[in-house]
C-alpha cells in the first residue's frame, strides 16, 4: 500500500481523508471523542505539509437524506479545537459549498464536508450509483487518503470507490490499526485471551469461529452470555437471549472442549427484576430466577475473568459485561478493563463501545496496549475476512506499479 509519505510533496495539493469521526452524540454534544483524537495526526501531518485537507466522514445512519440530527457540524468545531486553528465547515458533501471550500482552502487549512451519509450514492448496493457519488467526491481533490479504520469493513464510496479514482494512500491511523491486528492473527504471544461481550451472538458468530481454532482462552460476558447458559440447560429467566442461536453456542461449546480451548463462562450474575438499578441481586448463574434479567457478570465471574486476562501475554477485548451506563451494572466492564491493564503484554480493546465504556469507566487511553476506534473492522479483520477498504489500496497500490 502507498503511504502518505509516498505522496511526495504535498504543497498546494488537495487532499481528501476519509477519517471515521462517527461519534456518539449526546444531542448536539460529543460523548466521547476518541474517534476525533484519533483522526488528529493524519489531518494534522497532511496539514503540516502543506497539504489543503479536505475531510469526509459520516455520522450515524442517516440512510443518504441530509438530517441536521446527523450533522458533522459540532464534530468539526471539536476538530478545530484539537488541531489548535478552525477547521472550515462545508454544508454539503459534494454540493456547492464544498466546491466553493475546496477551491479556497488554503495551503495547510483543513475543512470538513458534511456528513457523506446524506448522499444515497454513498452506501447504495448498486456499484454504478455509488460510483457516480464517488467521482463527485474525487472531483474535490488531487488524492486520497484512507484513515477511517472503523469503516474500512464497509464497501461504499467514500471507503471503496473513491480510491480508484485517485491516487490512494493509507493514513497512519489504519496502519497502526493494522500492525496491531497483524500481530494479533499472525503470531500472538501466548497465552492468548480473547474476552467478547455485548448484546447477541449472532454478531459475533464469525469471530467465535475463527477464534476458537487461535485463543487459548474465549471469556464470553454481556448479554450473550444467556445464549450459551440456555445452550449449557440452564433457566435464563427474562435475560436476553436468542432462541435461534442455541445450536450454534452448543456447537461452540464442543468445539472449545474438542480444541482445547478454555471457554470460560460466568458463574454468577448479577440481576434485577427490571431493566433498571433498582434491586439488582446477584445469584448462581445455573439459578438465575424466572422473575429476573441478568444484567452483568457476578463478582466471583468478573474475578475468575480477571485473573486469566492478567496471567495473559497477548488480550483482546470487545464488548461490555454488562449495562455498564448504570452503576450497579458497571462492575464486570470495570474488573475486566482493570485486568487488562495490569497486562504484561498486549492489550488491545476493540470497538467504539468499548473504548466508550473504558473512558467512561474513568480508565485512560494509555493504560491500554491500543485502543481500536473500529469495533466491526476489527472483529472483521479477526475473523480472517477480506476488508474492502483495505483491499482496494492494495489494488490501488499495484495498479499504480502496473502504470
Ligand atoms: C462504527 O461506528 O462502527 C463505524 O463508524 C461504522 O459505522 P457503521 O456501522 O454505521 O457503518
Ligand atoms: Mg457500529
Request: aromatic share 4%.
Amino acid at each position: 500500500m502507498l503511504t502518505v509519505s509516498d505522496l511526495g510533496d504535498l504543497r498546494g495539493k488537495r487532499v481528501l481523508v476519509r477519517s471515521d469521526l462517527n461519534v456518539p452524540l449526546d444531542g448536539k454534544k460529543i460523548a466521547d471523542d476518541g474517534r476525533v483524537r484519533a483522526s488528529v495526526p493524519t489531518i494534522k501531518r497532511l496539514a503540516d505539509a502543506g497539504a489543503r485537507v479536505l475531510v469526509t466522514a459520516h455520522l450515524g445512519r442517516p440512510d443518504g437524506v441530509p438530517n441536521p440530527d446527523y450533522s458533522l457540524e459540532p464534530v468539526a468545531e471539536r476538530l478545530g479545537e484539537l488541531l489548535g486553528s478552525p477547521v472550515l465547515f462545508a454544508g454539503d458533501t459534494v454540493g456547492v459549498q464544498a466546491h466553493r471550500i475546496s477551491a479556497a482552502l488554503q495551503d495547510g487549512q483543513v475543512a470538513v464536508l458534511e456528513n457523506v451519509r446524506f448522499n444515497e450514492g454513498e452506501t447504495s448496493k448498486d456499484d454504478a450509483v455509488r460510483g457516480a457519488f464517488a467521482d463527485e467526491l474525487a472531483a474535490l481533490a488531487d488524492v486520497f487518503v484512507s484513515d477511517g479504520f472503523g469503516v474500512v469493513h464497509r464497501k461504499q464510496a467514500s471507503v471503496y470507490d473513491v480510491a480508484t479514482r485517485l491516487p490512494a494512500a493509507v493514513g497512519g491511523l489504519v496502519e497502526a490499526e493494522v500492525t496491531v491486528l497483524e500481530c494479533l492473527t499472525e503470531s500472538p504471544e501466548r497465552p492468548y485471551t480473547v474476552v467478547l461481550g455485548g448484546s447477541k451472538v449472532s454478531d459475533k458468530l464469525g469471530v467465535i469461529d475463527n477464534l476458537l481454532s487461535k485463543a487459548d482462552n474465549l471469556l464470553i460476558g454481556g448479554g450473550m452470555v444467556f445464549t450459551f447458559l440456555k445452550a449449557q440447560g440452564h433457566e435464563v429467566g427474562k435475560s436476553l437471549l436468542e432462541d435461534d442461536q442455541l445450536d450454534v453456542a452448543r456447537g461452540y461449546i464442543e468445539q472449545a472442549e474438542a480444541q482445547g480451548v478454555r471457554l470460560v463462562l460466568p458463574t454468577d450474575i448479577v440481576v434485577a427484576p427490571a431493566f433498571a438499578d433498582a434491586d439488582a441481586t446477584t445469584v448462581a448463574a445455573d439459578a438465575i430466577p424466572s422473575d429476573q434479567l441478568g444484567l452483568d457478570i457476578g463478582p466471583d465471574s468478573a474475578a475468575a475473568f480477571a485473573d486469566v486476562i492478567r496471567g495473559s501475554k497477548t488480550v483482546f477485548w470487545n464488548g461490555p459485561m454488562g449495562v455498564f451506563e448504570m452503576a450497579s451494572f458497571a462492575e464486570g466492564t470495570r474488573s475486566v478493563a482493570q485486568a487488562l491493564t495490569e497486562v504484561d503484554g498486549l492489550s488491545v480493546v476493540g470497538g467504539g463501545d468499548s473504548a466508550a465504556a473504558v473512558r467512561q469507566l474513568g480508565f485512560d487511553d494509555a493504560q491500554f496496549g491500543h485502543i481500536s476506534t473500529g469495533g466491526g473492522a476489527s472483529l472483521e479483520y479477526l475473523e480472517g475476512k477480506t476488508l474492502p477498504g483495505l483491499d482496494i489500496l492494495e489494488e490501488s497500490t499495484d495498479r499504480n506499479a502496473d502504470a
